[in-house]
């Protein structure tokens, strides 16, 4: 996250956004290694500006004529015959620049609960870009959720299906992304203008993934993984590696940078996290695709992974672009539950803003309808907006950070972790009320999402007037009582 086309910023922002290619971090956990069977996919969305307004929005199910679909960034393919229903978080001008294109959708789940996260984006190496340059009018981030979402049924069809895209029409940029189902989850990685490598991850471990591209030591061979057409042959043929080992197979060398400091301190801190036992050291070329957690990972163990810093650790004092910056427009995590019914298995927790600064709200997949506030605004701060009530939290709170920042993060976990009991146990009772009374049940877990969409932008809008309030108090001059007093007899 994130690119974006001169036709829509100023020279002056573009550049601001050239360091936004290199954004997001992101977390797989397979249904073996969470503490409630789910499978789960998580990422930061972060930009190189923190003003730019998102919404949630969902795109029910529609039959189309023949004809080319046209997406956001200008790519055109034949229009599949029907769209399946899926949700999405597009950026606030996607309409505005084309309704049909829907620029930046990022994440969502559609009707067989096949969720994707899109994307961590990842840097092509020069020797691999010479070789296979990366495609203008390609697939790139911006259009994947829209392009794949409303087509596929499992994940390993909507991972077959990007690859095909991706061959025949070649890729903009290099990235990393997440599809996942209530079975198995997907980590994809594209390395040039037409290859790219898939792999399952194991259900009994997590994927940590920043910027770089992430894939080693995979058995092409494997059912487990999927791959461009002539990968080898082509790594081989321009000598992308040293030695091409089919039994482990290291893409990300072949077609990323590996090493970067900007990507592996936060696999490393990741990994430390969740894995403290497996002692590692700090900024080794690559570190391990997946990795065994200590215990069982639940979604505020995830939820902590997004938000962390360095603090604390070995690299507190150089530690390089932690996850938590100030310049995240939006946090989501994704649960897929088998043990749930269908149309409710898929359950996203969405913040906006800061995530630290932020509150993760449930959203069942039943949701097909928001609150206005999340469907409003601009790149310019707006009472009625709900991201920009949740954002403007972190910057008030940049006045006096040592005072507010960990005000603002007691208050949110607060919230949270009754929301995370509240899930708990709502989850039984719709399980209960789905076998007599299936849209009743379908009813409550979208009236419960809703309600809470609104009460927990109520919230912030109250601790923004107290930290308005609280901020005016502290510019006060202290005054005499005698000067007080006429002052206040004027």
Not at 317 to 344: C, F, T, Y
Not at 385 to 394: E, G, M, N, P
Not at 430 to 443: G, H, I, M, P, R
């Amino acid at each position: 996250m994130k690119k974006m086309s001169v036709t829509l910023l100023s020279a002056a922002v573009l550049s601001a956004l050239s360091f936004s290619a290199s954004a997001c971090t992101g977390l797989i956990v397979g249904k073996g290694a969470s503490v409630d069977g789910s499978i789960m996919i998580a990422r930061n969305e972060d930009f190189g500006i923190n003003n730019w307004n998102k919404y949630l929005a969902y795109r029910p199910a529609q039959d189309n004529e023949a004809g080319d679909w046209t997406l956001g960034n200008g790519l055109t393919v034949p229009m599949p015959a029907k769209f399946y229903g899926y949700s999405a978080i597009p950026d606030w001008d996607a309409n505005t620049v084309d309704g049909d294109g829907k620029f930046y959708e990022e994440r969502g789940i559609n009707e067989y609960n096949v969720a994707i996260s899109a994307t961590t984006s990842a840097e092509v190496n020069d020797k691999a870009q010479a070789a296979d340059p990366l495609v203008e009018k390609g697939i790139i981030e911006a259009i994947i959720p829209t392009l794949i979402l409303p087509q596929v049924k499992t994940a390993k069809e909507g991972v077959e299906l990007l690859g095909k895209y991706i061959e025949q029409y070649g890729a903009g940029e290099g990235n990393s992304l997440y599809i996942a189902d209530v079975d198995e989850a997907w980590l994809v990685e594209v390395g040039s203008g037409h290859h790219w490598i898939a792999v399952k991850v194991p259900d009994d471990s997590y994927a940590m993934i920043a910027n770089g591209l992430r894939i080693h030591g995979v058995d092409l061979a494997s059912e487990d993984v999927l791959h461009s057409a002539g990968l080898v042959e082509f790594v081989e043929e321009h000598q992308l590696l040293e030695q091409a080992d089919t039994a482990s197979f290291n893409f990300a060398k072949a077609f990323g940078v590996t090493g970067d400091v900007y990507n592996i301190d936060r696999e490393w801190l990741g990994q430390n996290m969740l894995s403290a036992s497996n002692e590692q050291p700090t900024r080794q070329d690559q570190y391990p695709l997946f990795m065994k957690p200590d215990q069982k990972i639940s979604v505020q163990d995830v939820a902590n992974v997004l938000g962390a810093t360095y603090k604390g650790t070995q690299l507190e004092a150089n530690g390089e672009r932690p996850m938590r910056v100030e310049r995240q427009l939006e946090s989501h995590i994704i649960q897929l539950r088998q043990d749930m019914p269908k149309e409710l298995q898929g359950l996203i927790w969405q913040s906006f803003g800061v995530l630290p600064e932020s509150v993760l709200v449930p959203l069942y997949s039943s949701l097909q309808d928001y609150p206005t506030p999340y469907q409003t605004g601009s790149d310019t701060y707006s009472d009625q907006s709900a991201y920009w009530q949740f954002r403007s939290l972190t910057a008030l709170a940049s006045a006096a950070p040592d005072k507010y920042l960990p005000m603002l993060k007691a208050t949110w976990d607060k919230e949270e972790t009754k929301l995370y009991q509240q899930v708990s146990s709502l989850d039984m009772t719709l399980k209960s009320l789905y076998q007599s009374d299936k849209q009743a049940a379908l009813n409550m877990a979208s009236d419960y999402s809703y309600g809470q969409l609104q009460r927990t932008l109520t919230m912030a809008t109250e601790i923004r007037y107290k930290m308005m309030t609280d901020l005016t108090k502290s510019t006060e001059k202290k005054y005499s009582e005698e000067e007080f007093k006429k002052i206040m007899s004027l």
